[in-house]
Nanobody
Framework: EVQLVESGGGLVQAGGSLRLSCAAS????????IGWFRQAPGKEREGIAL????????YYGNFVKGRFTISTDSAKNTVYLQMNSLKPDDTAVYYC???????????????????WGRGTQVTVSS
């Protein structure tokens, strides 16, 4: 069974940092890229970043502007999202998802992803 489990969310003050984790199981990790998305109430799901452990390639959404960093530990089948200089506008549910490698050019389109985690809440207070 394919599983993606996010963890590491929580409440943080503006300017603070959080590191999210996405633990993957049930599929060959190197056959997919893993992306992070977020969705705030009343807003569309937004692509944050993506990483392919097999190619080492990383992609970031334009709004990230160096505040977030995606990384992977292939030995643990885990992808991380380090988030710094958090703002209240970063408040959202954060999801990780698995994308087939031949769809990398569509990484920001959430409908192209095969598998999703349940999400972890990130709340940034002002």
């Amino acid at each position: 069974e394919v599983q993606l489990v996010e963890s590491g969310g929580g409440l943080v003050q503006a300017g603070g940092s959080l590191r999210l984790s996405c633990a993957a199981s049930g599929f060959t990790f190197d056959d997919y890229a893993i992306g992070w998305f977020r969705q705030a109430p009343g807003k569309e799901r937004e692509g944050i970043a993506l990483i392919s452990s097999s190619t080492g390639g990383t992609y970031y959404g334009n709004f990230v502007k160096g505040r977030f960093t995606i990384s992977t530990d292939s030995a643990k089948n885990t992808v991380y999202l380090q988030m710094n200089s958090l703002k209240p506008d970063d408040t959202a549910v954060y999801y990780c998802a698995a994308l087939e490698l031949h769809l990398l050019s569509l990484w920001e389109t959430w409908e192209t992803y095969d598998h999703w985690g349940r999400g972890t809440q990130v709340t940034v207070s002002s």
